[in-house]
C-alpha cells in the first residue's frame, strides 16, 4: 500500500489549493479515505474523509463550508479542494486509509498560509 500526496505549498490568505493523494497497493474504490493534518505543536487531527463509493463525507467544523473531498476510482486519487484559507490552515497534510485493521499514512504535504 503506498499513499502519496501532492500539491502543498505557500499561499496568500484567501487563495486556494487543491491536494492529491495517490493511492496504490490496495482496492481503491473498496476503502474510505481522509485527510488529516497536524500544525505545528498541535495534534493530528481529522479535517475531511469520503466513504468507499463517495456517498458519505464528512468535515471537520474548522473547514466545513471551505474545504471539498473528492474521490476518482479511475485514477485511484483522492483530492481536496482548499478555499477561502485562513492562516490557521498551516499544517503538514496527510492522506490517510485503513484497511481491515491496518492504518496505512501518506508521507505528508505541506501547507503554508501567509502574507
Known amino acids: 500500500v503506498q499513499l502519496v500526496e501532492s500539491g502543498g505549498g505557500l499561499v496568500q490568505p484567501g487563495g486556494s489549493l487543491r491536494l492529491s493523494c495517490a493511492a496504490s497497493?490496495?482496492?481503491?474504490?473498496?476503502?474510505?479515505m481522509s485527510w488529516y493534518r497536524q500544525a505545528p505543536g498541535k495534534e493530528r487531527e481529522l479535517i475531511a474523509s469520503?466513504?468507499?463509493?463517495?456517498?458519505?463525507?464528512n468535515y471537520a467544523d474548522s473547514v466545513k463550508g471551505r474545504f471539498t473531498i473528492s474521490k476518482d476510482s479511475a485514477k485511484n486519487t483522492v483530492y481536496l479542494q482548499m478555499d477561502i484559507l485562513k492562516p490557521e490552515d498551516t499544517a503538514v497534510y496527510y492522506c490517510?486509509?485503513?484497511?481491515?485493521?491496518?492504518?496505512?499514512w501518506g508521507q505528508g504535504t505541506q501547507v503554508t498560509v501567509s502574507s
Open positions: 497497493g490496495f482496492s481503491f474504490s473498496s476503502y474510505a
Open positions: 490517510y486509509t485503513r484497511i481491515i485493521l491496518t492504518a496505512y
Open positions: 469520503i466513504s468507499s463509493a463517495g456517498g458519505r463525507i
